[in-house]
């Protein structure tokens, strides 16, 4: 304990690395405030969340809040170190400062005996407990998606809106509450980063709700294994995605000129509705061979040919 406490709250303010400008906001971070909230409301005690300006632009900042609102500091998760969490120390003079499922690094370091208490996750000397984020409010599962674009095929010239289709679906996809996984078809043994095999591939888009693509290889990996496509033909006119599309009789389809959020929303409910069924459907379609396809006929082209 460093100093004396004050009893009953009047204003709790809440903060974190989640609220400093250059700080930054972790999963764990916002699940561990999660829990410190629900604490708080079970107990009565009014509250308000700082956050980085440059994570929610809309939310309370430090340069709106009034020291002089709040009896009590709160800081919340990560490691008790560094000028950003002291000068909570200077700013908030008057309030009693509470660290709590924090990590203290050094406990004779200013950051952190600047608090009147410090209930940490792991301190030297002292044993751990479990981090808040393990306790925190339970949440409704969000798809999760791959996204599989690129930013240019040279082959297209003046054709290609590679660029353009990458920058539309992307900013739309950030929108989406969703679990976003950007992927790559491209096979290397020695980047760990990228699959070596396309057993490998299929394995990461076998366990997806959906792919968001402008690739041919995406809209074929993905359907092969029964996961559903929302594909986005890159080149002007349509050219290979389109025809594949087709080929498959995959609806999911949207033109490079046709590209908006309206169409994409409506394809996007589309594939985890309806579309799931179908992509199993197709994915069946292509396991037991029911339409020829190239190498079939380039048996018969070689036997006829020689």
Aim: charged residues 25%.
């Amino acid at each position: 304990m460093y100093g004396r406490e004050r009893p009953g709250p009047r204003k709790v303010l809440l903060t974190g690395w989640f609220s400093f400008r250059e700080g930054e906001a972790t999963a764990g971070d916002v699940l561990a405030l999660r829990r410190v909230e629900e604490v708080l409301r079970g107990a009565g005690m009014a509250y308000d969340v700082v956050w980085s300006p440059g994570f929610r632009p809309e939310a309370l900042h430090f340069d709106d809040v009034r020291p002089g609102d709040y009896s009590h500091l709160v800081f919340v998760c990560g490691p008790l170190h560094g000028p950003q969490v002291e000068e909570l120390h200077r700013r908030f003079p008057h309030c009693v400062r509470i660290a709590v499922g924090t990590s203290v690094i050094d406990p004779d370091g200013a950051a952190v005996t600047g608090f009147h208490r410090v209930l940490a996750r792991d301190a030297p000397g002292t044993a751990p407990s479990e981090d808040l984020a393990a306790r925190a409010p339970a949440a409704p599962a969000r798809p999760v998606v791959g996204v599989i674009l690129t930013d240019g095929q040279r082959e297209y010239g003046e054709q290609s809106r590679h660029g353009q289709v990458a920058r539309g679906v992307t900013r739309w996809l950030a929108g989406k509450d969703c679990a976003r996984l950007e992927l790559e078809t491209r096979l290397d043994t020695h980047d760990w980063h990228l699959s070596a095999t396309p057993a490998q591939v299929q394995s990461v888009l076998a366990r997806l709700d959906l792919v968001v693509t402008d690739r041919l290889d995406g809209l074929v990996l993905a359907l092969r294994v029964g996961t559903p496509v929302l594909a986005v033909d890159p080149v002007a006119g349509g050219a290979k995605v389109t025809a594949q599309a087709r080929a498959c009789g995959w609806p999911a389809l949207l033109a490079a000129e046709g590209l908006d959020a309206r169409r994409l929303d409506r394809w996007w409910d589309w594939c985890l509705t309806s579309g799931r069924v179908a992509a199993r459907q197709l994915r069946d379609v292509f396991r037991e061979g029911r339409v020829a396809d190239g190498a079939d006929r380039l048996v018969e082209v070689l036997a006829t040919r020689g």
